[in-house]
């Protein structure tokens, strides 16, 4: 298992948010991925157009997961409709 933090972008409706973050945290527990900590960093514009969308729900989550998982993990994500944009970035020993 490694320290990874996932930033993701769902759209400004409540609904939406709500539902993508939902689908979003079944998909890593469907892969044995432990959330740490999960953060909402609220709404934002962005610098370009996403899917016709001007603005966004940030969440920022701590998570635990075999790295050999995360290919699977990103295929499930692009059959989220309610999940704009999501970056994995792996956290250091030293700094996790």
Known sequence: MRK?????????EEEKAKSGA?????????FS???EKEESLGDRE???EIKKQVRGRYALFT???NPG????????????????RYLFVK???KNA
Not at 4 to 12: G, T
Not at 22 to 30: P, T, V
Not at 71 to 84: A, Q, V
């Open 46 to 48: 962005f610098a370009y």
């Open 33 to 35: 991925a432990e959330i």
């Open 4 to 12: 990874y933090e996932l930033m993701a972008i769902f759209p400004i």
């Open 22 to 30: 939902e689908l979003l945290k079944a998909d890593l527990a469907q």
């Open 63 to 65: 998570i635990n997961v």
């Open 69 to 84: 998982k995360l290919e699977e993990i990103d295929s499930k994500f692009h059959l989220n409709e309610n999940l704009l």
């Open 91 to 93: 956290l250091d020993e």
